[in-house]
C-alpha cells in the first residue's frame, strides 16, 4: 500500500468575482484546517499571478469569526486574474509548487481556470511529481459542461429576477419602453433569469433576447411594435452577446456589438465612439426611438439600462441555496483529496429527480469541463423573443424565495 | 363650532417611483379605513392624470393582507404621472374633485407634487370649497426643503452603499479604474450615500462627485492619477447631474451631459448619437483612457456601469427605518386632516438630537416645500471630489445596517 499522501496546499479564484465564491473558498479552508493530509493552506493572491510571483496568505489558522465573514462577502477574496496561462506558465507554477511541497492544489473558477487545473495535474503527473488538482466550480455565466448548474448563478439570477421585478412596477407605473442589458456574452443563462420576474398576466420582461438565438434589427422592430401595441409598455431582456444571423470565420455568430463597432468605424469622425459598457443597450434604445412611433405619432418615451457588474458582486442579497452549494463544492474538493485517484477532477452537482430540490454531488474529470462551454437548451429558446417554463422548473430552486408583491388589480 | 368636515377623500401617487412610496400610500389607506371623516378613498390611477379622468380604485374596504403586499412592492401601485399641471389642469382637478364630494386629497410625491396639492388647496379656498389638501413626501433624491430627509432616501441609500460595497471588492479582486454613475440631477445625496461603503483604509469610492461642485476634466484627471498612482485602482462615483464651472442664462451651472451633447453635434457625422442612459459613464471613460497611461505605458483598465433605474425600484432590500417613516407621513397625513386649519401642508420629519437616532413629525405650509430644492451643505463637499463624515453620521441611522464583509489583510 502506498503512503499517504501528505503536504502543503495551495487554493486561488479566478475569472470574473461572484457573490458567493468565497462560501467555496471558505469551504476549502475550513475542511483543509480538519484535514490531516494538508500541512499548510497557501492562499494565492490574484490566481495563478500569486503563484508564480510567491505570494500567499498562510490559511490553516485563520479564524472562523474572520472566515464566516469573508463568506459573506462578494467577489474574490484571495484576488484575482485574468491570466490565462499557457505552457511555459504552467511550468513555473509547478516550480513554484515543488519548492514549498504542494502536493494539493484547489482552482476556483469557470472553464479556462479548470483547463489550468488540468494542465498543471497532467504536467506534475508526467514529471512524476505526485501531486492532486482540482477545480471548484464558479461562474455566473452558468455555462459549465457537466454541471447541472454552477454556484454563483443562483445569486447572479436571484440579483437579475429581483431587478425585473422592480422595473417591471417602475415601468407600470411610468408606461414606456425599457431596455435592460443583462451579463452573458456567450449564453443566455442569465438573462433568462429575467423572466422569473413574471407574476401577474403581462408582467415583464415580455421580450427576451439570448446570443443563442440570432437576431435582425428587423425582428427586435416588429417584436416590440406588437408588444407596445398591446400593452402601451415593454420591456426588453437582453443578453450583452446578443448576435446577428451571420457566422465569423470560426463559425461563430457574430456579435451585435462587433457589429456596431464596424458600423461606427464607417459614421464617427470625432473622438467620441460608442463602444463604452452602456453602448448596446443604448443604440437599441435609438434604434427604437427612430423607427417606432406610438400611435398617435408622438415620440416613444424609450430607455435602456445595462445592470453591469453589480450582477455579480451585489452584497447582501444572495441566493441561500447557492451559498450553501458552493461551500459544499469546496469543502469536498478537499475531502476528496485525501484520496488517491481522484485528481484532476472537477466536483460538480448532479440533480436528483423529483419534486423536492436536491442535488448529489461527485467529480468528474477537467477535461469534460474545460474550454469548451454549455449553451442554453435550444427549445428552451421560444420564438426567438422568449424562454420556455421548462426554464423556471430548472431555475427557481436555485434562486430560492423572490420578494413578494402586490397589485389593485387582484381587487377586481 | 363649525359642523365637522366629512367627505371623500383622493389619494394619489406622482413623479418617479421609490421603493417604499408604497409604504406612505399603505399607511394612507389603512388610517383613512379607521377614520369616520373619509367615506370612501378613492386611489387616482395613474395620479392627477387619473383625477382629470375620473378613473379610481375603491380602496375603503382593500384587504389588508394586498395592502401589506402592496407595501412591499416597489413603485407607485396606483401607477404615476409626469403631468405637471397648470392653472387650467388645476380647475379640472377641482372640478372633478367637487362632482365626487371630494374633500380630502393626500398626494404622495417631490416637489412638483407638493406645488399640485398647495395650487388645488388655494383655488379650493378662493372658490369657497371647503377642502383639505396634504402633500406626502417621498424622492430617492432627498431634496425637500424643511424636510431633514425624505421617504425613499434611505432604501435608495442604502442600495447605492451597497453597490459600492460589491464594487470595492470586485475592483479590490481585478485591480482597475472604475465609474458608477449614480442618479441625482440637481443634488449629491444619492451619490454621497457611496461614501457609506468604505469600511478599511482605501476602500472605494476613492473619488465623489456631485452637482454642487463644479468639475473640470482637468481636475477628475490629476485626481484620478493621483489616486490611481498611490493604489493601483480607482473606484469613482459620479451624479448624473455633475457640472461644469459656467452658468446659463438662468445662472445655473451647465451639466457635463449638456456639454457632451454639444460637443456631439459639432463631433458626429452618422446616425448614433453618445445620448443615452450610459453616455455620461462612457464619456468619462474614454476620457481617463485617453489621457491616462499606467506607470508602463500601458492602457488602463477602465470601466463605467450606471446604476439606473434600480436605485428607486430594487425590491426585498429596503431600509427598515426609511419603510416605517415613509409608512408614518402617510399615515400621519390622514390624521392630521381631521383637523381643521392644517390643510395645505406638507408631513415632515425633524430629526431631535441626541445620540440615537429619532425623529419628530409635523406639519408645515406647502409653499416651504414646494417647487425650490435643497442641496447638500457646501461644507460637506471635501476638495470637490470628496463628502466629509459628516454626511455619514446623518445618513447612517437612515440606512440602517449594511453587508458585513472581511478581508484577509486583517490577518496581519
Redesign the interface.
Known sequence: MAAKLVGNAVVG?SG??T?VINQSLVGVILQAQKSDHIQELL?AK?GVRGIINDDY???KG?PVE??E??A???????????DKPDEEYCKKILANFKKNNVRFFFYIGGNDSADTARIVNDMATKEGYEMRCYHIPKTIDNDLRVHDHTPGYGSAAKFVA??F???N??N???PGI?INVVMGRHAGWLTASSTLARKYENDGPHLVYVPEAPLTEDKLLADVDRVYSKLGRCIIAVSEGISVPEKNAKGHYISWAEKMSE??E??????????????L???I??LIT?KLRNPSGKKLRV????????Q??????ISKVDAAEAREVGRLAVEYSAQAGTEGSSVYMTRVPGNEYKVTYDITPIHNVARETKDLPAEWVVDGCDISEKYLEYARPLVGE???????D??K
Not at 303 to 310: E, F, K, P, Q, S
Not at 312 to 317: E, I, N
Request: glycine fraction near 14%.
Open positions: 479564484q470574473g468575482p457573490a492562499g490574484h496568505y498562510r490559511l485563520a474572520l472566515l465573514r469573508i459573506l462577502t462578494p467577489s474574490s477574496a484571495l484576488g484575482s486574474s485574468r429581483s431587478a421585478i422592480g422595473d412596477y417602475d407600470r407605473s411610468l425599457k458600423n461606427l464607417r459614421d464617427s469622425h470625432g473622438n467620441v465612439q460608442l463602444s463604452g459598457s452602456g453602448a443597450g443604448d443604440y434604445a435609438q427612430r430607455r435602456a439600462d445595462t445592470l453591469g457588474y453589480l455579480r458582486s451585489f452584497p447582501g442579497y423572490l420578494p413578494q408583491v402586490g397589485t389593485f387582484e381587487l
